[in-house]
């Protein structure tokens, strides 16, 4: 079985088809700024779960941010988990930076 993803930026979405199929098999929706990019939101169909889909999604979206020198928010817990199990992309999350008063 092979997944192709790719970036719909019109509707704020990186897709998933399975062995050249129309049919979007999965979907991780997101919000890009021009310094990052928070991954809000995936979903596999059913059908398709436990092949794989939700893993070229996560790792297709994950190095592109890395191409274009973006940051990744993982408000997502399928992002969130996922990043956690391949340290190889932990250094993309966002790290806030709180600021001390005086």
């Given at each position: 079985m092979?997944?192709e993803?790719?970036?719909?930026?019109?509707?704020?979405?990186y897709?998933?088809?399975?062995?050249?199929?129309?049919?979007?098999?999965?979907?991780?929706?997101?919000i890009?700024?021009?310094?990052?990019?928070?991954?809000v939101?995936?979903?596999?169909?059913?059908e398709?779960?436990?092949?794989?889909?939700?893993?070229?999604?996560?790792?297709?979206?994950?190095?592109?941010?890395?191409?274009?020198n973006?940051?990744v928010?993982?408000?997502?817990?399928f992002?969130?988990t996922?990043?956690?199990?391949?340290?190889?992309?932990?250094?993309?999350?966002?790290?806030?930076?709180?600021?001390?008063?005086?």
């Open positions: 092979s997944v993803v790719r970036d719909v930026p019109d509707a704020k979405r897709e998933a088809r399975v062995d050249g199929e129309s049919t979007v098999a999965g979907v991780a929706q997101y890009r700024t021009t310094e990052l990019v928070a991954f939101h995936t979903e596999v169909s059913p398709f779960e436990g092949r794989g889909v939700g893993s070229a999604l996560a790792r297709t979206a994950l190095d592109e941010a890395r191409a274009a973006l940051r928010l993982a408000t997502c817990p992002f969130a996922w990043i956690a199990r391949h340290p190889e992309y932990q250094d993309l999350l966002y790290q806030s930076r709180s600021r001390v008063s005086d």
